[in-house]
């Protein structure tokens, strides 16, 4: 699971992650929409290489990296299906523009995982919630949000736990055919759900203890406030969409065309 | 006036057929150190479920009697207005905890009372400071030890400001050098006037914080009064409550004919007792 490590935010502190939690999902938004715009294996690329900044900025090169391992994994497995089905579409063959889009989708992959896992590593759940919070959203739902990650990592020790204590009285998981080791996985299920049934009852008594829903107006201990490098960045975001509109707009007339980079690897 | 005033209070959860609490009296005095203890199952839970309000507001079920708490009756008035008087702390640290840093979790309560920022930053600080967990501030709970989610805990209902603080075996998660810890600081607490109401089964452990002991069995409240004048009897130990150690040794010693003065509850208090006896025979 060291994928999701890469997704898994770390009390840190850095310039990216003092950075409003509000523009900072803007920023991974239009970072999607430019990807989603453009299927040129260029401008992925370029995109990929806008990555870096922030990941330096937010010192989380060695969690980013495990995230990125596992998107290569998962981009190889995207770039051949491309590929082979492509061969069998258009009649066994395969042109070079068609080598080109199978990495252009398989980069496009790689940047919406390293723009998202730049997003959760540097962001704390809290901020995230107060995010919400603020946006309107009412608070049951945010601290549902915050409660659920919050217990993410109590969930999977427990889980763990499980598997050991059924594990030392002779069961064995990885036995059988497919069918049967999903079956094999009810054991754990049960026990996991019966627990975090009772947790939540211990839970609520505890909320109820520390004076929930005593008062229509919620104070707030953390405060979002937009600081000047978040205007930076906010203008960062949209002069980045403004231009790759532009660029499309005039891809679509006709006006441009986005240079190709295998024939140019090939030619030298 | 007594800070805890009950009344035959006498309980019954939903959908149970005998009542979990029968005919409880008792009165606790602002400023005590209360030890509440007995065998397992015997009501100690529930007792302390009523004191903020939990029974019946959250839990139901039917409720005869009268129950004082801060001058408030407990029938009459919310959890949340409740909480603000009485800090109810759990066992399992791990789910009383609802923030990913320390110092939002200690704010959770007085967020829910909607206290203004300026106010609750200062709570937030003396509650960290009071528990000494200042520098743990920005960590996240899974990050801690068992001891240190439990000072958070803790420092989240102390933040609240309330004069009565009730924990529920809270140290049955931690190492001993963790529970001592813990106890060393609630006893810090009480002298600075808070009323505290203690849950715990090693009474080798706590013995020599307390200054008043109820012990119940069955629902009721059998024995209550001044721990030296209660562990004299064999009376707990037949219930299954375990005496302290030193306090067993000296009252075996005294059934055989050794006299001491007292009956010591810690150690120290042994060996002076058994100083000043050699001390005297040798005159």
């Given at each position: 699971m060291s994928f999701l490590e890469g997704f898994r935010f770390r009390g840190s502190d850095s310039l990216m992650h003092r950075l409003d939690p509000r523009v900072k999902f803007v920023y991974v938004c239009v970072i999607f929409l430019i990807a989603v715009m453009y299927t040129d294996f260029l401008v992925q690329v370029l995109l990929f290489i806008l990555q870096f900044p922030a990941v330096y900025l937010g010192r989380v090169y060695r969690q980013w990296m495990k995230s990125m391992r596992g998107a290569v994994f998962l981009a190889v497995f995207i770039l051949v299906s491309i590929l082979l089905s492509q061969y069998f579409y258009y009649g066994y063959n395969l042109l070079l523009s068609d080598f080109e889009y199978a990495l252009a989708m398989s980069m496009r992959f790689i940047v919406l995982v390293a723009s998202f896992s730049i997003f959760f590593l540097t962001t704390s759940p809290d901020y995230l919630g107060l995010a919400l919070e603020q946006s309107g959203v009412p608070y049951q739902f945010c601290f549902a949000f915050v409660t659920a990650v919050r217990f993410v990592p109590v969930l999977a020790e427990e889980a763990q736990r499980i598997i050991d204590a059924q594990r030392s009285r002779g069961?064995?998981?990885?036995?059988?055919s497919f069918l049967k080791r999903v079956r094999n996985y009810i054991p754990i299920l049960i026990p996991l759900i019966v627990n975090a049934v009772k947790r939540s009852l211990e839970l609520a008594e505890s909320m109820e203890s520390r004076a929930w829903g005593s008062s229509k107006k919620r104070s707030s201990y953390y405060t979002l406030k937009l600081r000047r490098g978040d205007y930076a960045l906010a203008a960062i975001s949209i002069a980045a969409l403004s231009i790759s509109l532009y660029v499309k707009y005039l891809v679509m007339q006709g006006l441009i065309r986005i240079p190709m980079v295998l024939p140019l690897i090939l030619r030298t | 006036m007594p800070i805890i005033e009950a009344r035959n209070l006498t309980y019954t959860y939903p959908?149970?057929?005998?009542?979990?609490?029968?005919d409880v009296s008792f009165k606790v005095e602002r400023g005590e150190f209360v030890l509440l203890t007995g065998p397992s199952g015997c009501g100690k839970t529930t007792l302390c479920r009523c004191l903020n309000g939990?029974?019946?507001?959250?839990?139901g079920g039917t409720l005869s009697g009268e129950l004082v708490v801060s001058g408030l009756k407990i029938t009459e008035h919310p959890i949340h207005e409740l909480a603000l008087h009485v800090g109810l702390v759990f066992q399992n640290p791990e789910n009383q905890i609802f923030a990913l840093s320390v110092e939002k979790d200690v704010a959770f309560g007085l967020e829910n009372i909607g206290m203004d920022r300026e106010e609750m930053r200062r709570r937030v600080e003396w509650a960290l400071e009071v528990t000494g967990i200042k520098d743990l501030?920005?960590?996240?709970?899974?990050?801690?030890?068992g001891g240190q989610q439990q000072r958070v805990a803790i420092a989240g209902v102390l933040a609240m400001r309330p004069e009565i603080l009730v924990l529920?075996?809270?140290?049955?998660?931690?190492d001993p050098l963790g529970a001592v810890r813990i106890l060393e600081m609630i006893k810090k607490l009480n002298e600075e006037g808070l009323t505290i109401i203690l849950i715990e089964h090693r009474l080798d452990l706590v013995s020599r914080y307390v200054d008043h002991v109820m012990i119940m069995n069955e629902g009721s409240i059998v024995l209550d009064g001044r721990p030296r004048e209660l562990f004299q009897s064999s009376y707990p130990e037949l219930l299954g409550v375990g005496l302290p150690k030193v306090t067993k040794l000296f009252n075996m010693l005294r059934n055989d004919g050794l006299n001491f003065k007292d009956v010591p509850l810690t150690p120290e208090e042994a060996s002076r007792l058994v100083e000043e006896a050699l001390h005297d025979r040798g005159r």
């Open positions: 069961m064995e998981l990885e036995k059988g | 959908g149970s057929s005998s009542p979990s609490l029968r939990l029974i019946p507001h959250f839990y501030r920005d960590r996240a709970p899974h990050e801690l030890s529920d075996e809270p140290t049955s998660f931690l």
